[in-house]
């Protein structure tokens, strides 16, 4: 197997709303919130539903890895209830091997809330259900074993459970890439992070603004010093500067695709990640991986939600 993805296995459920939306709900734009089911529940009466999804960071970027042709996995917990089962057909639905027996959990399985704004920009309300209680007994070490590369999503990572699940992952892998994922991920976690970033990532994906809070500047010039000494794989995307790639001493820039109809971010990162990665699997150059990157992403914000089919 090419890569297994260890991630929250969650619904994504779509809705359209304004600005305002976000202001009477004390939501800040483009970040992500936690809370319980009450309250998602709560947030979502008064919404129209556009669109229902298995979805979940590393899944979307498996299920585009799986769309290229690529053998992949995925690990991520459900409960054995009615979003449970159709997370797990969708997932099959991909031609994605799941490897987690689900059961009735005391929990629901994990939803969140995608709210996109009229500029496209999408908000984030997660109630993560059971998937936050992943621990290191859903971990498939022989499947992790036999893949040439794990890949794991910092909206996963918390302390107890969630971070020996992790722990064991990494311990039983050939290579691992991580995306920070979030600006609240980051700040929450920052000390784990940069010791994850130093200590155990092969890759690190990250967006402009996570990786400049990591390290705690707002000089870029210092993104690249710190990815220049850390000596592995730092792969940063910068919204209409392109992404980026520091490599030791090389530092490798793409360009956006021009005059392309925007209607959802939702997944632009998942989908980037999934490019990059198909290129790095199958012995692209770093500058073909970025430029592969580019175009998945590219696909993906021009459609509602984040799988291109």
């Known amino acids: 197997m090419k890569i297994i ?5 969650i619904v994504d459920v779509i809705c359209k709303v304004e600005d305002t939306f976000l202001t009477n709900n004390e939501l800040k734009k483009s970040t992500m919130k936690l809370v319980n089911e009450s309250e998602f529940k709560k947030l979502l009466s008064s919404l129209k539903i556009e669109e229902t999804v298995s979805g979940g960071s590393v899944a979307n970027s498996i299920v585009g890895l799986s769309q290229l042709g690529n053998d992949v996995g995925f690990i991520g917990k459900v409960s054995d209830d009615e979003l449970g089962v159709k997370y797990e057909e969708g997932l099959k639905k991909e031609n994605v091997k799941y490897f987690y027996s689900k059961k009735k959990e005391e929990i629901s399985t994990g939803t969140c809330l995608i709210l996109i704004t009229p500029d496209s920009e999408r908000t984030m309300v997660t109630f993560l259900g059971t998937a936050g209680k992943i621990n290191d007994n859903d971990i498939d070490v022989d499947a992790i074993k036999k893949s040439e590369m794990l890949f794991l999503e910092g909206y996963l990572w918390d302390e107890g459970e969630p971070r020996k699940a992790f722990d064991r992952a990494i311990k039983n892998s050939n290579k691992v890439a991580m995306s920070l994922s979030d600006l609240f991920c980051v700040e929450r976690h920052k000390p784990h992070f940069l010791e994850l970033v130093k200590n155990k990532l092969d890759i690190t994906f990250a967006n402009e603004q996570e990786i400049l809070s990591l390290i705690n500047t707002k000089n870029f010039d210092e993104v690249i010093s710190f990815g220049k000494n850390l000596g592995k794989l730092m792969v940063i995307t910068r919204g209409e500067k392109g992404s ?13 695709q021009k005059n392309l109809k925007i209607l959802d971010l939702t997944g632009a990162g998942d989908l980037f990640a999934a490019g990059f990665l198909h290129g790095y699997i199958n012995n692209f150059s770093i500058k073909e991986n970025l430029k592969k990157g580019t175009d ?14």
């Not at 998945?296 to 089919?309: E, F, T, V, Y």
């Open 5 to 9: 993805g260890i991630g929250n296995a």
């Open 244 to 256: 980026i790639v520091i490599n030791k001493n090389e530092v490798i820039e793409c360009g956006v």
């Open 296 to 309: 998945m992403s590219s696909k993906i914000i021009q459609r509602i939600g984040a799988r291109l089919s």
